[in-house]
């Protein structure tokens, strides 16, 4: 298996997203997000709060998407019209990436109901 360290590169910032589950194991809906960070990004101070603030706005946009349907249907669109091989949208898809660990701010978002 392909750990965190060999999948993780020290010059990006990462979004984690943790489910929240029962003891069974079933997803109740809700998640964490997370911006993982390494110690030092190799940018200047002003960069990594702008790269900071996309990350934070991409995390955002999923409370957008539970408060505006129109939103979230035109987000869905572009996915569903988009080549599955872009790496834009989809990066790089042929490592999967395990992220265990982080101290950062965490978002918590319901996508349905609470059991």
């Known amino acids: 298996m392909t750990t965190t360290r060999e999948v993780?590169?020290?010059d990006s910032l990462y979004i984690?997203?943790?489910p929240t589950v029962n003891a069974d194991g079933s997803w109740l809906g809700d998640v964490a997000i997370t911006l993982v960070?390494?110690?030092k990004l190799p940018l200047n101070e002003d960069d990594t709060d702008t790269l900071f603030n996309v990350g934070a706005l991409m995390a955002?946009?999923?409370l957008l998407y539970e408060e505006d349907e129109a939103l979230k249907e035109k987000a869905q669109?572009?996915?569903d019209s988009s080549d599955p091989d872009?790496?834009?949208l989809f990066g790089d898809n042929s490592v999967p990436t395990v992220?265990?660990?982080s101290?950062?701010?965490i978002i918590r978002v319901s996508f349905g109901d609470k059991r």
């Open 103 to 105: 101290t950062d701010n």
């Open 37 to 39: 960070c390494p110690d």
């Open 99 to 101: 992220i265990t660990s």
């Open 77 to 79: 669109a572009l996915m």
């Open 16 to 18: 984690k997203i943790k």
């Open 8 to 10: 993780l590169s020290e």
């Open 86 to 88: 872009d790496e834009y």
């Open 60 to 62: 955002a946009s999923l």
